[in-house]
């Protein structure tokens, strides 16, 4: 029986051992030789992990310098397992499988090359769509170490020419920072602090005296030394929050690799990014101070756990919170470090204090409603509604809600107004019609969403029982409206003639003016053709060169366009081919 007992206590042990050492390999990878997906010198214009609008950086932007058409190679032997093409996000995108488990991942991409090219043009015309997303199996398109597969780009959501990069674990598809497959790029830059943020974590904390978040600017020496020039007082559960980023030699401003926060000096928050995961990644909103991000595009990494976050990058004890006791002084380190080790520090104290100063009673916030972020929240209203589901929100919310009339929309507009408060799921919003329209017309109601000049925003819907619902992600302004102006299609004016060469092109311009363009075809002689859509430059390229043999003489284009409430605009224009 000891024996038993003996051989179980190692099983346990080599099991924690073989758990181990798949972690270490996993952050450390040691079974890749990849190359460079580039043939130029790598700059950073962007890196993993670095903070952006939703989500984290889940891969490297390297810059192409400032042009299209670099060559794209592949980082190591393995075979295509995916293609995609987007007007948005990743744009042209190819995704190559490696032996070693890993998944190499190129976007924005201007144009793909052969055999890839020929692939997507005949996918294109099975499903007679520009855009699309395909996956591959293994025997079907293999590619070599160095191979070019494709051209750098600027499609998709891209605001400039650059190739973004990614690696990722092929089982999980979860992204891995490109830094720890040993890509080098010249590094000498230390992390740039800022600003601090205190917060008061419940009730009976204080933050100098009073129940409300302090920011505070921080100082820096000529000798490089960050450092406080305001005395800090508290009382209660507080945590912290540091505004800081870094440039990696570049004039980008990244993101940071790690971040360190100790009291004392024993540990009490860090987190690092090695690793993510795209079904937690959303929870960058929470991660952040979300109002200072939106508000002055300021990035605070907060240093504490509070509220619906499910991020797995952190390492903490007693979820990151100090407890300031009375006339305790403790002694604050924060430490910034980037991948390359280049780090900045910031060190101060704090004195424990529970006096109060005098506050004004119009500063206390009222509710019409709390929301629990952990429960399921109903509000109900005349012609309005609201559901959702546990945990779409980041933390408790003190929900407000009025609605006002303005004769441009078809409801009232319904007034959300909670200002930079971040929301992680949809949920549901029921808004009521104000007035009675033809059947045909409901069909083209939709819900808007409108900014602080009026301007809106297409958040659709459908139309049910006097009510039109739809699913958002935000607070604001919302109301009913419609659309049944049918998109924008116009022969670009230099473009009149009606003459064409055989390899020759025709320039549409194409937009719609809320909906959004749901849908776009075209066919000569009846004949499905592929087109190309420059979404940038709201232009809709048809190529008379995608038409095997095309006669000289009279042909018949047909050109559709349709938007998001089934709007469309269709013409046929007789042209000549030379």
Aim: one cysteine or more.
């Amino acid at each position: 029986m000891r024996n038993m007992k003996g051989w179980f206590v190692i099983f346990i042990i080599v099991c924690q051992m073989i758990s181990m050492n798949s972690f270490l390999a996993q952050v450390s990878p040691t079974n890749t030789n990849f190359r460079s997906p580039l043939d130029i010198p790598l700059i950073i214009a962007g890196n993993f992990g670095e903070v952006r609008s939703n989500h984290f950086h889940t891969g490297i932007d390297f810059k192409t310098m400032g042009v299209e058409g670099k060559n794209i190679y592949s980082i190591d032997e393995g075979y295509v397992s995916r293609i995609a093409f987007s007007h948005y996000g990743y744009g042209r995108v190819i995704y190559i499988n490696h032996p070693n488990g890993y998944t190499s991942a190129y976007a924005h991409l201007s144009k793909f090359k052969s055999p890839i090219t020929e692939y997507a043009k005949s996918y294109q015309y099975k499903i007679q769509k520009e855009t699309f997303n395909v996956y591959l199996d293994s025997g079907e398109l293999r590619v070599k170490k160095g191979q070019v597969i494709a051209l750098s780009g600027n499609s998709g959501s891209s605001s400039a020419p650059h190739l973004h990069f990614e690696i990722r674990e092929t089982e999980s598809e979860n992204p891995m920072n490109p830094f720890l497959f040993g890509y080098k790029v010249t590094d000498t830059k230390k992390p740039m602090i800022n600003n601090l943020k205190i917060f008061p974590l419940n009730d009976s904390s204080l933050v100098n005296g009073v129940y409300s978040d302090k920011v505070i600017h921080v100082k820096k020496n000529k000798n490089g030394t960050y450092y406080l020039n305001k005395k800090i007082t508290a009382h209660g559960n507080i945590g912290f929050a540091l505004h800081s980023t870094d440039r990696l030699n570049a004039r980008n401003i990244c993101g940071l690799y790690t971040l360190n926060l100790k009291v004392n000096g024993k540990e009490l928050f860090s987190h690092k990014l090695d690793k993510l995961d795209f079904s937690t990644n959303r929870y960058v909103n929470h991660h952040v101070d979300y109002l200072r991000h939106k508000r002055n595009n300021q990035t605070f990494h907060k240093s504490f756990m509070k509220g619906n976050n499910l991020l797995d990058i952190y390492n903490y004890v007693d979820n990151g919170y100090l407890y300031a006791e009375v006339d305790s002084v403790y002694t604050i380190r924060y430490e910034a470090e980037d991948y390359a080790g280049n780090s900045s520090s910031l060190t101060f104290k704090v004195k424990g204090d529970d006096t109060k100063k005098p506050t004004k009673l119009s500063g206390i916030e009222s509710c019409d409603k709390v929301f629990k972020f952990s429960e399921s929240n109903y509000f109900k209203s005349k012609g309005f509604n609201l559901l959702m589901a546990e945990n779409t929100l980041y933390d408790d919310l003190c929900f407000n809600y009025r609605a006002s009339s303005d004769s441009n929309y078809l409801s009232a507009v319904h007034h959300l107004a909670m200002n930079y408060v971040g929301v992680h799921q949809y949920y549901k919003l029921s808004i009521a019609l104000s007035q009675e329209l033809d059947s045909v017309l409901l069909q083209k109601l939709l819900i808007v969403k409108l900014d602080d000049k009026g301007r809106m925003s297409d958040k659709g819907g459908d139309f049910e029982e006097g009510f039109v619902t739809t699913r958002v992600r935000e607070f604001g302004k919302f109301a009913i409206s419609i659309d049944t102006t049918m998109p924008v299609l116009i022969l670009e004016d230099n473009q009149n003639v009606n003459v064409f060469k055989s390899n020759g092109t025709i320039n549409f311009k194409i937009g719609d003016n809320l909906s959004g363009i749901k849908s776009y075809s075209a066919s000569i002689d009846s004949k499905w053709i592929l087109t190309s859509y420059k979404r940038k430059r709201n232009r809709l390229v048809v190529s008379l060169s995608e038409i095997e043999e095309l006669t000289q003489g009279t042909h018949d284009l047909e050109i559709e366009v349709v938007d998001k409430r089934g709007n469309i605009n269709l013409k046929r224009l007789k042209i000549f081919v030379e």
